[in-house]
């Protein structure tokens, strides 16, 4: 895609999301009543870091990709977050998300900073051999201020353990010696935790089943539509029967290329099976076809957008029935749309809670590594829930004490610590 292609399709189709952070802040600080400074500082990331990646590509051409990685605010402690390689990768969005990292590792009070990375490509169209060529480049221009004390990348839109475990491997080559909590969701085999790859998903479930009970629902016999069908959408369809019992019914599911929708209720691994054998859902036997925009106006119980950003916004939040919408993709309600919904009383599970568990697991894949000694499947899961819960209660908390949505209360008590720990560290 041309340059001018690709940042025309980013004006059309995205507000800007790191004006929606700080928009988000701004807000949240009202109630918080921050110093000028501490705000300043806040409003911006405080490093950043641009590189252009050569890659010798199959056909011996090489090929230049645009490569970023900001380090938000790393006041509670190392920055971590993802990486992740997109063709409309811009640097505001990896601003955007490498604040929400800031807020979402204070929610779930992981010692912890937030960053994020990102390579303008398109993975679909590269070869197993350039891909890895081009992961190992990452690490090769970036190495130098990444680190298990410093700055801990992990996966994230269309990054994967694969690309972690060279990513890993990359950075002990340059080092000379292993540094396993030098990047987290690696494989098992390679220093990996158990249950780093449902965790995105089942964190935002234990949170829907503490709004469901703050709400007055049953847990046991909800309906459910799922829009994204990756990593975190495929596990959310799978453990909302698994922890919360199987009388719920998924009852529409949909990817990029569209969606499956039966009122009756959608087989879960079927489908799954059937992505994977055809690489999308189109078509599958089990249920009518369904758009994006159709499923997310459902009369379901729950969504849970899982997709890309600003997918419910001004024109769409009129429609949406669900009572409960558990954010799994960061950023996918606008602030436009985030105040309709709080008007008609849809309870938003924001995304840097409702997706904390993958950071809060990449911190437990940390410790391990640190300790070079493994916890057990229930451990990893248990412990999960004590932060996923306790982070729920202390933004409920916040939610009722000053009458604000569920997004701006976790605000509230996220900036409030990372701004605490700027104070006690004497920065502002
Ligand atoms: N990319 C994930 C996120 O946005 C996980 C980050 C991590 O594990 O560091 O939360």
């Not at 001004?314 to 009572?323: E, S, V």
């Not at 309709?340 to 993958?358: K, T």
């Not at 999960?384 to 605000?411: C, W």
């Not at 900036?415 to 004497?426: D, N, Q």
Request: proline content about 5%; glycine content about 10%.
């Amino acid at each position: 895609m041309s340059e001018d292609k690709r940042l025309a399709a980013i004006e059309a189709h995205q507000n800007n999301p790191f004006s929606i952070a700080q928009e988000q802040l701004r807000e949240a600080n009202k109630y918080l009543g921050l110093s000028d400074g501490a705000l300043a500082v806040l409003m911006q990331p405080m490093r950043e870091y641009h590189c252009s990646l050569p890659v010798r590509m199959d056909d011996g051409r090489v090929e230049v990709f645009p490569a970023f990685r900001v380090q938000y605010n790393d006041a509670r402690g190392p920055t971590k977050g993802g990486i992740r390689f997109h063709p409309l990768e811009t640097i505001d969005t990896i601003r955007a998300l490498a604040a929400w990292m800031t807020w979402k590792t204070a929610v779930v009070d992981i010692p912890l900073g937030g960053g994020k990375g990102g390579i303008i490509c398109n993975p679909k169209e590269l070869s197993a051999g350039e891909l890895e060529r081009l992961s190992r480049q990452y690490v090769r221009y970036f190495g130098h201020i990444l680190g298990a004390e410093r700055d801990v990348p992990a996966p994230d839109v269309y990054t994967n353990p694969q690309i972690m475990a060279w990513m890993m491997d990359e950075f002990y080559w340059q080092r000379s010696y292993n540094q396993p909590g030098s990047f987290t969701g690696k494989p098992v085999e390679v220093g990996g935790s158990l249950g780093r790859g449902d965790a995105t998903a089942r964190g935002g479930i234990f949170c829907v089943r503490e709004a469901m009970k703050k709400l007055g629902m049953k847990t046991g016999n909800s309906t459910y539509a799922v829009q994204g069908f990756g990593n975190a959408g495929q596990f959310a369809a799978i453990l909302m029967k698994e922890i919360l019992g199987e009388g719920n019914k998924l009852l529409a599911v949909s990817d990029s290329r569209g969606g499956v929708y039966n009122e009756k209720g959608l087989d879960v691994s079927a489908l799954i099976a059937y992505k994977h054998e055809t690489g999308s859902l189109s078509g599958f036997p089990g249920g009518e076809a369904i758009t994006n925009e159709a499923l997310l106006e459902l009369p379901v119980d729950i969504i849970f957008p899982s997709a890309i950003e600003n997918v419910i916004t001004g024109d769409n939040a009129p429609r949406i029935q669900a009572k409960i919408s558990c954010e799994l993709a960061n950023g996918p309600t606008t602030p436009e749309g985030d105040s309709i919904l709080c008007e008609r009383n849809v309870f938003v599970i924001p995304d840097f809670l409702a997706n904390a568990g993958g950071v809060t697991v990449s911190y437990f894949e940390q410790v391990q590594n640190g300790d070079n000694y493994y916890w057990d499947i229930d451990l990893v899961h248990e412990r999960l829930d004590k932060k996923m819960t306790r982070a729920f209660q202390s933004v409920y908390e916040a939610h009722e004490e000053h009458g604000v949505n569920m997004r701006i209360a976790a605000y509230i008590v996220a900036v409030r610590r990372v701004a605490r720990a700027m104070e006690l560290r004497g920065w502002v």
